[in-house]
């Protein structure tokens, strides 16, 4: 997860969980990978592309609101109208009209992960109220921020068929070749089944993955945001274990150690770190680039035999 992302609480990640696995349970529990277009009839949703630029597509979908907003507070039809404005809208469900919007323009290769985004919105029965419900709150940006995760939760949930990936990724080796396996045989992005294969094949050892630029090209990965990682992924063994472990540290390894090769494996080393014990663990570290940005996988393997001094 990214470290200023909002964590989904544990009633809501329960609730999300359950509503996916009816969803597949009556889609007869798919094999891998899984076909949306089935999603998407069994729910009666439609799915639209539309030109981004296009803005009386989003002044459309946002009359609802305005309308709402100026029958309860008058000045926030305008400000809403504004922020929808400026945002970088790639993909919106419309509640009413049971309707999946994408921006045509998104890059191809994320189109099934906003698709499977914009589906959990709909399987998660408080994003419509709070879609169609509380202006005010719909403006909040931490608000925003937490539905957002809760139908990223989703997605994962739906395209990697609930647990059945994590059982699938316990039966390989935690290294870069299984992920890349994985992400042929369930049809997503690199990206997305590397977090997924932090998270979920064993939360119970300690794992962490990262999206960043490559320290050697600096224009692969490069994003708006203030350092060179984009995402810092840890497994919920590694957060408790190694919670002193930060991002900083993992880009460091990749710094160091990276080559500049532009495309595949640039990194592939043994290395050490400290528990929050002190004691030592060898953590294999794999990085690939895949010219968009580089992915980063740190697996612990074994503790040193001896404790490391202080």
Partial sequence: MSLDAPVVGVRERRSIADAVARVLRDLGTPEPPLKLEDVRQLLALDLQYYDGSDRSVIKAFTHQYRLFAKKRLPA?????????????????????????????????????????????????????????????????????????????????????????????????????????????RYANSITSTLWRFVEQRNPSGASFGMIS????????????????????????????????????????????HATYQRRGPILEIETRLRDVNGVGWHFTVESFCNSHAVLTLGVAVAPVASRVAG
């Fill in 213 to 256: 630029v490559h320290p050697n090209v600096p224009t692969i990965g490069a994003h708006d945001g203030p350092d060179p990682w984009r995402y810092f992924i840890r497994s919920a063994a590694f957060q408790t274990q190694f919670s002193h472990v930060t991002a900083h540290d993992a880009y460091r390894i990749l710094s160091t």
């Fill in 76 to 184: 926030l039809g305008a400000k809403l109208q504004q922020t929808l404005r400026q945002s970088k809208l790639l993909a919106f469900w419309v509640p009413d009209g049971k309707r999946v919007l994408i921006d045509e323009s998104a890059p191809k290769p994320k189109h099934r992960w906003i698709e499977g985004h914009e589906i959990a919105h709909s399987l998660t029965d408080w994003h419509r109220d709070f879609l169609l419900g509380d202006i005010a709150a719909t403006l909040d940006p931490q608000c925003h921020a937490t539905i957002e995760a809760e139908a990223n939760y989703g997605a994962g949930q739906l395209l990697f068929l609930h647990d059945r990936f994590g059982r699938e990724a316990r039966d390989l080796p935690a290294t870069f070749s299984s992920v890349h396996l994985l992400a042929g």
